[in-house]
């Protein structure tokens, strides 16, 4: 069974930074792209940013020069660099897998994790 394990949330003060990370872990061959969706409270999920196993990537026109994606592919981990952080990227970061490949072989897809808080508050 693969798992998705997040980590790096936490409070940090209008114009700080977090630096979130996502491994994904247990039997399997191949994960495709991989990325964040982010969850305000009474709000619906909405997707941050994604990045290809080729490492191209997509970014919310929202966080466009202030968040960057990367992934470790060696690892199985994405990450996202989240600079200039304001109040209004207050949420819980879901970090999601499009695709895996597992033995069989077979794919599963849209795998998400539990979810990471992000406060921006002084």
């Known amino acids: 069974q693969v798992q998705l394990v997040e980590s790096g949330g936490g409070l940090v003060q209008p114009g700080g930074s977090l630096r979130l990370s996502c491994a994904a872990s247990?039997?399997?061959?191949?994960?495709?792209?991989m990325g964040w969706y982010r969850q305000a409270p009474g709000k619906q999920r909405d997707m941050v940013a994604l990045i290809t196993g080729g490492g191209r990537s997509t970014y919310a026109e929202s966080v466009k020069g202030r968040f960057t994606i990367s992934r470790d592919n060696d690892k199985n981990t994405v990450y996202l660099q989240m600079d200039s952080l304001n109040p209004e990227d207050t949420a819980v970061y879901y970090c999601y897998v499009e695709r895996i490949m597992v033995p069989g072989p077979q794919f599963e897809y849209e795998l998400w994790g539990r979810g990471t808080q992000v406060t921006v508050s002084s």
């Open positions: 247990g039997t399997f061959l191949t994960v495709y792209a």
